[in-house]
C-alpha cells in the first residue's frame, strides 16, 4: 500500500512551473551561439590551412598533393606540431584524449588554447580524428568559466550539459542528437522534475547551436544515396548481418587500443609519441590513399557519389585502413574525437557488402554498417541510431535499424570501450 502511495506520487509529481525554466533560456542562447561560433571558427581556419598544406604548397615544391611522399612527410609535421604543443604550450592542450570521451571535463582555462591549436594542427594536418571531443572540452571549459563569473546565481552543474548539448546540436546541425545524448546520460542519475524539464535548457542550446552552424556553415550529412524502398525479410536479414559484422570489426580495434596506446606510451615523450605515430599514419596513408586521411566527413562524400566506382576489395581496404589510422591516432596523443572516422569506416563498410551482395541496398548498407561500428567504438546507442539515420535519410530505414541495433548492442554491452583509464586500462 505504501509501496503504491510512493508509486502515485511521483506520476502525479507536477512540471517544473516555467518561471524556474525561464531563466535558464537566456543562458542556454549565449551557451548555443558560443559553442556554435567556437567549432565553426575551430573548422573554417582549419579548412583554409589545410587548402594550404595540401594544395598551393605541394604544388610550389613540385611534389603530388597527395603523393605517397607528401602525405608522409605532412603526417610526420603534423605529429611534430602538435607534439610541440603538447610538450610547450601552458596546459599540454588538456589530459591524454585516450583517456577522454564525450562528456568531457570541466578543464582550467589556461589549458584551453593550446588543445584549440592542437586540434586544429590535427584536423589540417591529416590525422584520422574528428573535432568533437576537443571542442566539446573546449566549449565546457569556456562556458564554466565565464558562466561562473556572468551569471553566478546559476548552477554550476547546467554549464557543462549547455555546453555539451550546444555542441552536440553545432556539430551535427540538428538539436535531435543532443537530446537524445542527454537523455542517455541521465539515465542513472538522480533526476528532479519530469525528463523534459531537464531536458528543456539543453534542447534550448542544441537548437540555437544548430541553427547557428546551419545559417554560418551549411553541414550537411546526407550523402544522397538512393532511398531504400518497402523494406522485405532479405533486407532484414542484412541489416541483422552487415550492423553485427561492422561492430565485430570496431571491437578488434576497441581490444586493439590498450596495447596500441601503451607501445606509444613506452615513448614516454610527445615529441617522440606524436611523430612516431605520424609515421605509422603515413605508412597507412600510402596504403589506403588519400580518402583514408583527415576526419572523413568529405571523403565519405566522394564514397558516396559513385557507389559502384570500387570493388568489394577496395571498399574494405579503405574500411580496414581508416580504422587502423583512427586507431594510431587516438593512441599517439592526437587531440580528436573518433566519430567522424568511424562513420567513414562504417560507409566503406556498408558499399562493400552492397559491392559483395548487390541485392543489398547501398542506403541499407551503410546505415547499418555506420550503425554497427559506432555501436563499438562509442558505445552511444542513440548517437549511433540518430548518426546512422540522419546519413541515408530514407524513413524506411528506421525500424530496421532498430531491429539491427539490438544483436549488435549484444556483441558489445559490457565489453571494454575505447576509452582508457588513467592507468590505461579499458573503462567498461
Not at 539490438?406 to 588513467?422: D, E, F, N, S
Request: aromatic share 6%; net charge positive.
Amino acid at each position: 500500500m505504501v509501496q503504491d502511495t510512493e508509486e502515485q506520487a511521483r506520476t502525479t509529481r507536477p512540471a517544473a512551473p516555467a518561471r524556474a525554466l525561464l531563466p535558464l533560456i537566456a543562458p542556454a542562447v549565449g551557451v548555443g551561439v558560443g559553442a556554435s561560433l567556437v567549432y565553426i571558427g575551430v573548422s573554417a581556419a582549419a579548412e583554409r590551412l589545410q587548402h594550404v598544406l595540401w594544395g598551393p604548397l605541394p604544388d610550389a615544391l613540385g611534389v603530388g598533393r597527395y603523393s605517397v611522399l607528401w602525405m608522409s612527410v605532412m603526417l610526420v609535421a603534423t605529429g611534430i606540431a602538435v607534439g610541440l604543443v603538447v610538450w610547450k604550450v601552458p596546459g599540454h592542450a588538456g589530459p591524454d584524449p585516450a583517456t577522454t570521451g564525450l562528456d568531457a571535463p570541466v578543464l582550467p582555462p589556461l589549458v584551453l588554447p593550446g588543445l584549440v591549436l592542437a586540434t586544429g594542427l590535427m584536423l589540417a594536418g591529416g590525422p584520422s580524428l574528428g573535432p568533437e571531443n576537443p571542442i566539446i572540452a573546449v566549449n565546457v571549459g569556456l562556458a564554466a568559466w565565464l558562466g561562473a563569473r556572468l551569471v553566478p546565481r546559476t548552477p554550476g552543474a547546467v554549464w557543462p550539459m549547455l555546453a555539451e548539448s550546444g555542441t552536440l546540436g553545432a556539430l551535427f546541425g540538428t538539436p535531435v542528437a543532443a537530446a537524445l545524448v542527454i537523455s542517455e546520460a541521465l539515465t542513472g542519475r538522480p533526476v528532479r522534475g519530469r525528463l523534459w524539464d531537464n531536458l528543456f535548457a539543453p534542447l534550448v542550446a542544441a537548437a540555437v547551436g544548430a541553427m547557428t552552424t546551419t545559417l554560418l556553415f551549411r553541414p550537411a550529412f546526407d550523402l544522397g544515396l538512393p532511398p531504400l524502398g518497402r523494406p522485405d525479410w532479405r533486407d532484414l536479414l542484412a541489416a541483422l548481418v552487415v550492423a553485427s559484422a561492422s561492430a565485430l570489426l570496431g571491437m578488434c580495434a576497441v581490444y586493439a587500443f590498450p596495447y596500441a596506446h601503451a607501445a606509444f606510451q613506452r615513448l614516454r615523450h610527445p615529441m617522440l609519441m606524436l611523430p612516431a605515430g605520424g609515421v605509422v599514419l603515413g605508412a597507412l596513408a600510402a596504403l589506403g590513399g588519400h580518402l583514408t586521411l583527415f576526419k572523413g566527413l568529405s571523403e565519405i562524400g566522394e564514397l558516396a557519389r559513385d557507389p559502384e566506382g570500387r570493388s568489394a576489395g577496395q571498399f574494405a581496404l579503405l574500411a580496414v585502413v581508416k580504422l587502423a589510422a583512427l586507431l594510431v591516432a587516438a593512441s599517439c596523443g592526437f587531440r580528436g574525437g573518433r566519430i567522424f572516422p568511424a562513420v567513414f569506416v562504417g560507409t566503406a563498410l556498408g558499399l562493400c557488402a552492397h559491392a559483395l551482395v548487390p541485392a543489398v541496398p547501398p542506403a541499407l548498407g551503410v546505415a547499418t554498417s555506420v550503425l554497427g561500428i559506432l555501436l563499438a567504438i562509442t558505445r552511444q546507442g542513440w548517437v549511433s541510431l540518430f548518426t546512422a539515420a540522419v546519413l541515408v535519410s530514407s524513413p524506411a530505414v528506421l525500424a530496421l535499424l532498430c531491429i539491427a541495433s539490438l544483436p549488435a548492442w549484444l556483441l558489445v554491452t559490457g565489453r571494454p570501450q575505447m576509452q582508457l583509464r588513467a592507468d590505461g586500462t579499458a573503462v567498461r
